[in-house]
């Protein structure tokens, strides 16, 4: 069984930083590619960052965060962050770490087939 579980979210203002990290555990797990999806109270899940360790490391963004948001990851250690600056009420939300299985679309959830059971962030205005 494989379990990915986030730590770091709260309650910050308009304007500040946070960051959250997760940490993939479990049987034998080797995932190509990390990332972070979130979901706010009556809205669909959306794609927020990703990281692939295919080739190099590569890390794509939605738009709605490039430039404020920055993922990283150490791949031996299963491990990923989302570091979060300028942070706006909009990005209010649950923040889920992922783990894709195969070569899908990074940008797409149905790539990954493991999921952590995310940590709130609130951003008050």
């Known amino acids: 069984q494989v379990q990915l579980v986030e730590s770091g979210g709260g309650l910050v203002q308009a304007g500040d930083s946070l960051r959250v990290s997760c940490r993939a555990s479990g049987r034998t797990f080797s995932s190509n590619a990390m990332g972070w999806f979130r979901q706010a109270p009556g809205k669909e899940r959306e794609f927020v960052a990703g990281?692939?360790?295919?080739?190099?490391?590569?890390?794509y963004y939605a738009p709605s965060v490039k430039g404020r948001f920055t993922i990283s990851g150490d791949h031996a250690k299963n491990t990923v962050y989302l570091q979060m600056n300028s942070l706006k009420p909009e990005d209010t939300a649950v923040y889920h770490c992922?783990?894709?299985?195969?070569?899908?679309?990074?940008?797409?959830?149905?790539?990954?087939?493991?999921w952590g059971q995310g940590t709130q962030v609130t951003v008050s205005s």
């Open positions: 990281i692939s360790w295919i080739g190099g490391t590569h890390t």
């Open positions: 992922t783990a894709r299985d195969g070569l899908g679309y990074i940008m797409n959830p149905s790539a990954h087939k493991f």
